[in-house]
């Protein structure tokens, strides 16, 4: 299992440019979830879903659309890329929405906004 | 909005003192994670704590719930230069499905 997988790892963006960040995972997991995270910062939730066809907002969810149209994939778009949106941006999977749920993390995409 | 505080910020120790972090929140959560991240990686899961009040021990690390569901606390006995990273709590609750981040310990520890 490659688990969960983000591309690209880096990105630079001028302002107003709009852009997806891919995340994909084979653990067939119902649970998915977007971060993202400033220097010296804990995560923000910004989207998530738990099953193909369900999304929901999270804690900073504006500049941010989000798609579940499988169980395996859920990009993260950029509608029109900010100086504030500069940050690394982690996916995250769980087997289940339940108490105790383990999280399992991407390897994050650097993002840079000019 | 629920809010996770981490404390301290910062932490520089010697390899094998003793430490202690701590994650308050005024809101009840379903259950508590602790994850470890290095730089330049996501986050890995430590432990998941449930119930009120539960300990858990892995290795060198104690987790603690507390009796209210409202905080938690890592404690680490002779800290040693793998240990070093950041640590961040995470409470879940179950009624929104959703997962809020504490603020983050970064803790190095000098050999």
């Known amino acids: 299992n490659a688990g969960v997988t983000q591309t690209p790892k880096f990105q630079v963006l001028k302002t107003g440019q709009s852009m997806t960040l891919q995340c994909a995972q084979d653990?067939?997991?119902?649970?998915m979830s977007w971060y993202r995270q400033d220097p010296g910062m804990g995560l923000r939730l910004i989207h998530y879903?738990?099953?193909?066809?369900?999304?929901d907002q999270g804690e900073v969810p504006n500049g941010y659309n989000v798609s579940r149209s499988t169980t395996e994939d859920f990009p993260l778009r950029l509608l029109s890329a900010a100086p504030s949106q500069t940050s690394v941006y982690f996916c995250?999977?769980?087997?289940?929405?339940?108490?105790?749920?383990?999280?399992?993390f991407g390897p994050g995409t650097r993002l840079t906004v000019l | 909005t629920q809010l996770l505080e981490q404390s301290p910020q910062f932490l520089s120790i010697q390899e094998g003192e003793n430490l202690t972090v701590y994650c308050n929140s005024s809101?009840?959560?379903?259950?508590l994670q602790w994850y470890r991240q290095e730089p330049g990686e996501g986050p890995v899961l430590l432990v998941t704590v449930v119930t009120g009040g539960e300990v858990k021990k892995l290795k060198r690390l104690t987790f603690q719930f507390g009796d209210a569901r409202k905080d938690s606390s890592l404690h680490i006995t002779a800290a040693q230069p793998g240990d070093t990273g950041l640590y961040l709590c995470a409470g879940f609750t179950s009624g929104t499905y959703k997962y809020i981040f504490g603020t983050g310990t970064r803790l190095k520890v000098l050999a």
């Open positions: 653990m067939n997991h119902e649970y």
């Open positions: 995250a999977s769980s087997p289940g929405f339940t108490a105790g749920g383990k999280q399992f």
């Open positions: 809101s009840v959560f379903s259950s």
């Open positions: 879903s738990v099953g193909a066809g369900i999304t």
